[in-house]
């Protein structure tokens, strides 16, 4: 199965259950935290995907990171080791937080730019995302400046990507091709 789509399963079974506790909120606020620490760690994030250490040592390593949880937050946490994807836990994150805003009919667009957006350009995206999607919308920017210039936006599942990084790569592909 597609490691996206199991994320997705595994967001979408973790929010219906906290529904049903009326801790969508709560586990949303974990969520952030999971995305964030996971995020701002590369230790963690080697530690996550690496084959060669003991599933009972990540878990280990895990719980004691995210102390204070949630119990729906720490059952999603074993239920990833059980089944042998804590490899997935970042993404089921993320896609937990973008269900349960949409869920409140608010949505989260993630802007790649190679700098910070000024703030007028900042409403202007806002506005254009507005339109598109119908919902209120949160705009969270992230510089990267590995994109040269331009921007990538994603909503959800969708990304559109006007980076300088991909049309130089585009045009790299086509000249190789032809060549």
Known sequence: MNESRAAARYARA????????????VVEKDMRAIVETI????ELREMLSS???KAEAKKKALLSVFK????????LL???FQNRRINL???VALKYIILNEELKGEGVAFVTTAVPLSGDLEKRVLKEVS?????????????????????ILRIGDLQYDASIANQLNTIKR???KSV
Request: charged share 30%; with cysteine.
């Open 68 to 75: 204070g949880c949630d119990p729906v937050t720490e059952g």
């Open 131 to 151: 339109k598109i999607t119908g919902n209120k919308v949160v705009l969270k920017n992230k510089i990267d400046e590995s994109i040269v210039g331009g921007f």
């Open 51 to 53: 084959p060669v250490l």
């Open 14 to 25: 973790i929010l219906d259950f906290a529904v049903e506790k009326k801790k969508t909120d």
């Open 39 to 42: 995020g701002g760690s590369k």
């Open 89 to 91: 836990l970042n993404e």
């Open 78 to 80: 074993n239920l990833l």
């Open 174 to 176: 086509e000249f190789t």
